[in-house]
């Protein structure tokens, strides 16, 4: 574990592994660095692997005021590409990451990138009546307005009740049942401080990535679940659409999260990309 100072003095904490050209990785809302864990074996042996915790994640307390908001978290990207001096970099962003990467590029255009991947995510999470590829296809104001309130009283059970409730039936059977990894995912929900992830969950239902996604101008790879918890494939189709020659596969029978189900044809299909011209 190592760290940097962003531009606002908060420590950031990452984890650097292997030797190569550099890939970045992501995690989603809630998560840390260890997300990127079991992909590292592969990877490390031909790049340099960097994994941070981002703003308000991975159980490090906030020592600055700065809410973790979706654009503090880009321009602590943009610290990180700094410190680290980076070029052609090869960035990969799963759900709250790939919001993370869209703001970044939102604000910065794509240099300083090589390739970018993005993993089950929309570029506006919330629906309305002309918009229906967000979380559930009718995850509105109103619903996201409920969610906050429930977040506040009851933070761990939200989140879990967020995936669990949503287009993916196995992950609402497990839920009823119960099971030894909710249990383990429930208590280390209950051990972060709830405050700075509510800011930055409400700060991404806020985001519209729509218009930045034809701004991408590098190769894009997207890997997107075929049973998400949140999103029709539909949004997989949009999103491919509306990047130029983005390649899209979709594991099918998986969820938000289609790299941990199928790890192996992840990093096939990791590597493939960023080994292609």
């Not at 993005?118 to 995850?139: R, V």
Request: hydrophobic content about 35%; aromatic content about 10%.
């Amino acid at each position: 574990m190592t760290h940097f100072f962003a531009d606002d003095g908060e420590k950031i904490h990452v984890h650097v592994s292997g030797d190569g050209a550099p890939i970045l990785m992501l995690h989603g809302w809630t998560a840390s660095h260890r997300e990127w864990s079991p992909f590292l074996d592969q990877l490390t042996a031909h790049h340099r692997v960097f994994r941070w915790d981002a703003r308000g994640h991975g159980g490090h307390r906030l020592t600055r005021d700065t809410a973790p908001t979706v654009q503090r978290m880009a321009q602590d990207l943009h610290n990180l590409i700094e410190h680290f001096d980076l070029n052609q970099l090869v960035a990969v962003g799963h759900s709250m990451g790939a919001l993370t990467l869209w703001q970044y590029i939102e604000d910065r255009g794509c240099r300083s990138l090589r390739k970018v991947c993005f993993l089950d995510q929309s570029p506006k999470l919330l629906t309305d009546a002309e918009w229906m590829n967000g979380i559930y296809g009718d995850f509105d104001r109103e619903r996201s307005a409920a969610f906050l309130r429930h977040l506040e009283s009851d933070f761990a059970e939200s989140v879990l009740l967020l995936g669990a409730m949503g287009l993916n039936e196995r992950a609402r059977d497990k839920y009823q049942q119960g099971s030894r990894g909710l249990d383990k995912a429930r208590q280390w929900l209950k051990e972060q401080d709830p405050a700075p992830l509510i800011a930055c969950w409400e700060s991404l239902t806020e985001a519209d990535y729509r218009d930045t996604l034809e701004r991408i101008d590098i190769p894009a790879l997207l890997v997107y679940g075929g049973a998400s918890n949140y999103y029709r494939s539909d949004t997989a189709h949009y999103v491919q659409n509306r990047i130029a020659n983005a390649v899209l596969h979709i594991y099918e029978g998986t969820d938000h999260s289609p790299h941990q189900w199928e790890r192996d044809r992840f990093v096939r299909d990791l590597r493939e990309f960023i080994d292609s011209p």
